[in-house]
């Protein structure tokens, strides 16, 4: 079915050993909050590494039309923010394209403000559920105006004019719940608490602290986080240098792993552990992953990656490692069709309200190229045929539905360079809200990966 009328298709085909270096663009997760906190600090924040992905550039157009002054000059970005508690009301709806992370931040950012905000977003985002950053929100005071059916976009909100600060358990893993929480406290007075029973991504966290945010984080005896921050405090502007993003280094990765004779190196990676589940997953797995060079920038490990093609073998990955490789599924299902055994991943429920839902687009996906798998409720089991023979059906005519989420679209080329037959996706130009540059990268490593344009300039 299509979805868009602009779709892009691309086929990956069987490749050559992969080998080089390789740089991955900046982490999303720190660029949409390096905007927002800088957009949001008094003076001037400056931001090297910044993800130019489509999402955040929205976040960046978002944080200009409430106040913030946004600039970049040689690479750098350079924002001279409004002020704690200064935002200006947007004058036209903020405009959030694909992003989910954008669009649920900005709204904890906002929904202190007594202001009218509207956001819209793409035909992905308006199927994804708000109602788990307005139900914070509403407890603050926040007002919903207008929003479709199942608190979803299109959507109005008006903060209080005096907004109360709440204690907040998260009721599922979500640093996005968490982080809108405390980016709402940070425009009411009082100490706004968040309790997070499952430990999820602390990029929010760590930022706050950077910008002098007066927050502390205890965690109690049960490993349960009680995160306090205090509101209407001055933050700072900061100098940032965005770590690459290893949700996106996850796609030359696995590509390696499964390509015989590769051996890349994979530069400057975050090794935050709250990101780092999939290396972990793959060395079980038996894949030869070396951390080389782990050192310490701005608050945050990075390490660079040396990969090499590995025999994977079949594991069981616990439900308690989903929140630091909730992004990195689709692309471990992809290797768990070429390892050895079966793959049992456990504790999915969250990858059904993503971009996709992506347990089922993997699913059907795999299914599509021959992969024996089940898809349980919130389970996948791969069953993977070591060197992919039979793997592919792209020359049957059969292309994988990304549904307007690029990390389907990713995971299924790489699966092309080493299956038998070439693997196709309906549309790779969703792969540019978080990896623009994916095309020419896997390209420059040796992939053989084709779009309409390159097959016609006869590349
Ligand atoms: C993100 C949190 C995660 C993740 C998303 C980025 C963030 O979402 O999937 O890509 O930057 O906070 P959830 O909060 O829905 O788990």
């Excluded at 998260?170 to 980016?183: F, T």
């Excluded at 986080?225 to 996850?250: M, N, W, Y």
């Excluded at 945050?300 to 616990?318: I, N």
């Excluded at 069953?383 to 023979?389: A, E, L, S, V």
Aim: proline share 6%.
């Amino acid at each position: 079915m299509n979805h868009s009328p602009n779709l892009r298709p691309a086929t990956a085909s069987r490749s050559t050993a992969l080998k080089g270096r390789v740089r991955v663009p900046g982490d999303k997760s720190i660029s949409h909050r390096s905007l927002m906190l800088g957009g949001l600090a008094a003076g001037e924040t400056r931001v090297t590494g910044l993800l130019e992905g489509e999402d955040v550039i929205r976040t960046a157009s978002a944080m200009r039309a409430m106040g913030a002054q946004i600039d970049r000059q040689d690479g750098v970005w350079i924002i001279q923010g409004a002020g704690n508690g200064c935002l200006l009301e947007p004058v036209e709806p903020l405009d959030f394209g694909n992003a989910g992370t954008g669009v649920r931040l900005t709204m904890g950012l906002v929904g202190s403000y007594d202001m009218k905000t509207s956001f819209i977003g793409d035909a992905s985002l308006s199927k994804r559920p708000m109602g788990r950053v307005l139900d914070p929100l509403r407890q603050i005071g926040t007002q919903i105006l207008e929003a479709a059916p199942g608190d979803r976009l299109p959507l109005t909100m008006r903060g209080p004019v005096r907004p109360v600060p709440i204690t907040y358990r998260v009721p599922m893993a979500s640093a996005q719940v968490k982080s809108a929480v405390l980016l709402a406290g940070l425009n009411a007075p009082g100490i706004t608490t968040v309790i997070e029973p499952v430990m999820t991504r602390d990029h929010t966290e760590k930022m706050l602290a950077g910008f002098g945010a007066a927050i502390e984080v205890e965690t109690d005896a049960d490993g349960v986080r009680h995160i306090r921050l205090e509101g209407r405090g001055k933050l700072t502007g900061q100098t940032i240098a965005v770590p690459g993003d290893p949700s996106s280094a996850a796609f030359p990765l696995v590509a390696a792993l499964l390509v015989p004779g590769s051996d890349i190196l994979i530069e400057n990676a975050l090794m935050n552990p709250t990101r780092t589940g999939l290396i972990l997953t793959l060395q079980e797995m038996g894949a030869d992953i070396e951390i080389q060079n782990e050192r310490s920038e701005g608050g945050e490990g990075v390490a660079d990656l040396r990969v090499r093609h590995s025999q994977l073998k079949g594991v069981t990955v616990p439900p308690e490692r989903a929140p630091t490789m909730i992004d990195e599924y689709p692309v471990l299902a992809v290797a768990a069709a070429f390892a050895e055994g079966e793959t049992v991943m456990l504790g999915l429920e969250e990858l059904r309200v993503k971009e996709s839902d992506r347990l089922a687009a993997v699913a059907r996906g795999l299914e599509l190229n021959c992969v024996d798998c089940t898809e349980g409720e919130t389970t996948l089991s791969v069953r993977g045929r070591p060197g992919g023979k039979g793997y592919g059906r792209a020359q049957a005519g059969g292309a994988v539905e990304t549904h307007l989420d690029h990390r389907i679209a990713m995971a299924f080329l790489v699966m092309g360079l080493a299956a038998e037959h070439p693997v196709s996706v309906d549309d790779c130009g969703i792969i540019a809200t978080s990896f623009p540059e994916f095309m020419d990268l896997m390209g420059s490593l040796g992939a053989e990966i084709r779009t309409a344009e390159t097959a016609g300039a006869g590349a």
